[in-house]
């Protein structure tokens, strides 16, 4: 009666249980679908479903999935739902799953390589494999003084060579002169790069923000950046840093980064190249071109978890000068002192990024790479880009509708045009689009603002879309559109 009695790790009772979860899991792939995409809960609604405090005695397992059916899932919004066209995709795959349910089984904290010598050597291994897919420079590779290393996310990526990029130029001028220090980006940036400025120190009048527009497809234009650097210098400012983006998150526009890394290599500031969505369509030899110039930059970063089939998380970052991290980053205090650290023969990881502890992550990358191989990874980005394509072919086809930026990859950026053409009734009325179809539970799209117009996304990437879920999409967004267009 009541709960299994488990014990805390039992060989037997985990693979009873675990297959039971297993089959959950499976179950919740196949009905994925008859779910709304976006969770339509009210705030607050599961402390009314949920007791106020943890049981005292054990209970059963199946209990606990009967309220994860019932109670947990309508709270879900689906990131894996073929009709989740929202900000970026975050992909899981089988292999991804499998890498992670190992990882979690081996459940080691791999901080430095003597707590786990495989999951250092796998990690420095599989992110050169990557490195050689994207064909980067031979700079990035661990053979080298470079080096790659997985981050959480790409925004701890961007905040770890800041670090470096700060302590590199403090180490010459002076702790003193961290009021000077200047940072670069466009106004299409992530965001990711105030905070990681916020958390380093730097003044944020000292956050150079570039206003981009619709005249390059709202890329960083080279001469608005030297310009930046150059009167800043003039005015006994310290520029250290200038982030670049390929396939930035409104609208997938890419920075030219040759330009920018010859401007920033004769100013001595540290170039960061940030493919966080992107890069993974860089796998593919027609779309490598978009990284060309990555020869110029100090680090680079893409995230295998948003569209490589790798489960969150899982943001690669290399750098070229591995040093600058590890000054910037390492402590070395007694009780983790050992024999092949202090003689130097090994990377300890602990030392590329804010916290100690790390997870067996680079376990589920390898399982990705060899389960698929890259001739099944570059179609499963390809059949992404085709269907992005015929959306916008759609669209096209209706001149209710506009595209609004050049699609390069698998984000399609349009609107609906009002009757009246003033901008404020344009806002408005893509404003209620939105409303509309994410209140349907069919699909999930998001927005955003470019020049001032509201925009609507739609991001093709998740694993289990097909033809027929863009163009059921597309009915869902002509359908409320023709609803909305009438009522005016």
């Given at each position: 009666e009541g709960g299994l009695n488990l014990k805390p790790m039992d060989a037997e009772q985990l693979r009873e249980n675990a297959h039971k979860m297993v089959d959950f899991i499976a179950d919740y792939y196949k009905n994925i679908e008859t779910f709304p995409v976006l969770s339509q809960v009210e705030p607050g609604y599961l402390h009314k479903l949920l007791p106020d405090s943890a049981p005292t005695h054990p209970e059963p397992l199946q209990d606990v999935l009967d309220d994860v059916q019932a109670k947990i899932l309508p709270g879900v919004t689906h990131w894996q739902s073929p009709d989740f066209f929202a900000y970026y995709p975050s992909n899981s795959s089988i292999a991804g799953f499998l890498g992670e349910m190992l990882s979690a089984g081996i459940n080691m904290v791999g901080f430095s390589w003597i707590t786990s010598p495989a999951a250092t050597e796998l990690e420095m291994i599989v992110l050169d494999w990557l490195a050689r897919i994207l064909k980067l420079p031979d700079e990035f590779l661990s053979t080298g003084q470079g080096g790659g290393v997985i981050q959480g996310t790409a925004s701890e990526a961007v905040l770890v060579v800041l670090l470096a990029a700060r302590d590199n130029v403090l180490r010459r001028v002076g702790k003193d002169a961290l009021g000077k220090l200047v940072v670069y980006s466009s106004d299409q940036t992530h965001s990711a790069l105030q905070k990681a400025c916020q958390i380093v120190g730097i003044h944020p009048e000292n956050c150079r923000v570039l206003k981009s527009d619709t005249?390059?497809?709202?890329?960083?234009?080279?001469?608005?950046?030297?310009?930046?650097?150059?009167?800043?210098?003039?005015?006994?400012?310290?520029?250290?840093?200038?982030?670049?983006?390929?396939?930035?998150?409104?609208?997938?526009?890419?920075?030219?980064?040759?330009?920018?890394?010859?401007?920033?290599?004769?100013?001595?500031?540290?170039?960061?190249?940030?493919?966080?969505?992107?890069?993974?369509?860089?796998?593919?030899?027609?779309?490598?071109?978009?990284?060309?110039?990555?020869?110029?930059?100090?680090?680079?970063?893409?995230?295998?978890?948003?569209?490589?089939?790798?489960?969150?998380?899982?943001?690669?970052?290399?750098?070229?000068?591995?040093?600058?991290?590890?000054?910037?980053?390492?402590?070395?205090?007694?009780?983790?002192?050992?024999?092949?650290?202090?003689?130097?023969?090994?990377?300890?990881?602990?030392?590329?990024?804010?916290?100690?502890?790390?997870?067996?992550?680079?376990?589920?990358?390898?399982?990705?790479?060899?389960?698929?191989?890259?001739?099944?990874?570059?179609?499963?980005?390809?059949?992404?880009?085709?269907?992005?394509?015929?959306?916008?072919?759609?669209?096209?086809?209706?001149?209710?509708?506009?595209?609004?930026?050049?699609?390069?990859?698998?984000?399609?950026?349009?609107?609906?045009?009002?009757?009246?053409?003033?901008?404020?009734?344009?806002?408005?009325?893509?404003?209620?689009?939105?409303?509309?179809?994410?209140?349907?539970?069919?699909?999930?799209?998001?927005?955003?603002?470019?020049?001032?117009?509201?925009?609507?996304?739609?991001?093709?990437?998740?694993?289990?879309?097909?033809?027929?879920?863009?163009?059921?999409?597309?009915?869902?967004?002509?359908?409320?559109?023709?609803?909305?267009?009438?009522?005016?």
């Open positions: 005249h390059c497809d709202y890329a960083l234009s080279p001469e608005s950046v030297n310009e930046a650097i150059s009167s800043d210098i003039n005015a006994g400012l310290i520029p250290i840093f200038l982030c670049a983006t390929v396939g930035t998150t409104s609208s997938t526009a890419v920075d030219p980064l040759l330009s920018l890394g010859k401007i920033t290599k004769s100013y001595g500031v540290w170039l960061h190249v940030d493919a966080a969505y992107a890069g993974s369509a860089c796998i593919c030899p027609e779309y490598r071109h978009y990284i060309d110039g990555v020869e110029e930059a100090d680090s680079f970063n893409m995230n295998a978890h948003k569209w490589l089939l790798t489960n969150f998380d899982c943001s690669a970052l290399w750098v070229k000068d591995r040093s600058a991290l590890i000054q910037a980053l390492s402590t070395n205090p007694e009780f983790l002192k050992n024999k092949a650290s202090q003689a130097n023969m090994v990377v300890d990881y602990k030392d590329w990024q804010i916290p100690l502890g790390r997870r067996f992550r680079s376990l589920k990358l390898w399982m990705v790479l060899r389960l698929y191989g890259l001739d099944n990874l570059q179609s499963y980005i390809r059949n992404h880009i085709a269907l992005a394509k015929h959306f916008e072919e759609l669209i096209v086809q209706d001149p209710r509708f506009e595209v609004v930026s050049p699609r390069k990859f698998s984000l399609v950026c349009f609107r609906l045009l009002p009757p009246h053409k003033d901008d404020d009734s344009a806002n408005k009325i893509n404003h209620d689009l939105l409303d509309a179809v994410n209140s349907t539970g069919k699909i999930f799209i998001s927005h955003t603002v470019l020049s001032g117009k509201y925009i609507l996304r739609f991001a093709v990437g998740a694993p289990l879309t097909e033809e027929r879920h863009i163009v059921s999409a597309w009915k869902v967004l002509q359908d409320e559109a023709s609803a909305l267009l009438s009522s005016l």
